[in-house]
């Protein structure tokens, strides 16, 4: 199989997907050991040109390792007003700092958190763990064991990101804040 006539197998198993969808499981479906992860990642490439120029309201973008359907940034507005979402998801201060304090030194304890923002973080933390946004991701062998905490692919892709190096140096995140 070309990789011309893959692009439509390869549009509707992303499209079918629950979750970002991997070029090297794309290449385990399509059983093709002709087909690349690179030509795979060149078809979605095609697809997103052809989605542009016919002004189509969707993308496909690389999200969390793979690849997912989202719609066009530029019609985030009509999607909050279709589905009345207006500031619902919609993180406080705190929580970002919280987050961002995960994010940067993950894996993190709970004291070590509380030690970095001098507040208890205990409320902020369940939050974030019923947003999926963070995880426990073991326990840090010290007495007590303490749980320890990272971000979540949810995470990333509510941040747009396909990892954490693409997180923003700290100084450039204080040159924002000041």
Do not use: H, P, S, T
């Given at each position: 199989?070309?990789?011309q006539d893959a692009k439509p197998v390869i549009e509707a198993l992303i499209f079918s997907a629950r979750e970002p969808l991997t070029a090297k499981r794309?290449?385990?479906?399509?059983g093709e050991e002709a087909v690349k992860e690179k030509d795979i990642e060149e078809a979605v490439r095609f697809l997103n040109e052809e989605y542009e120029r016919d002004q189509r309201g969707f993308r496909i973008?690389?999200?969390n390792g793979g690849f997912e359907f989202r719609t066009s940034p530029e019609f985030g507005r009509f999607i909050e007003e279709l589905y009345n979402m207006k500031k619902t998801f919609r993180l406080s201060k705190s929580v970002l700092e919280t987050l961002a304090i995960i994010a940067y030194n993950q894996p993190v304890t709970r004291v070590e958190i509380e030690m970095i923002r001098s507040v208890n973080v205990s409320y902020i933390l369940n939050k974030l763990l019923e947003l999926e946004l963070i995880?426990?991701?073991g326990q840090k062998e010290t007495p007590g064991r303490p749980l320890l905490y990272g971000t979540t692919g949810k995470f990333l892709e509510y941040f747009g990101m396909n990892s954490l190096e693409e997180l923003p140096e700290i100084s450039?995140?204080?040159?924002m804040i000041e």
């Open positions: 199989m070309d990789i794309i290449r385990e479906i399509l973008f690389y999200l995880k426990v991701v450039d995140v204080k040159k």
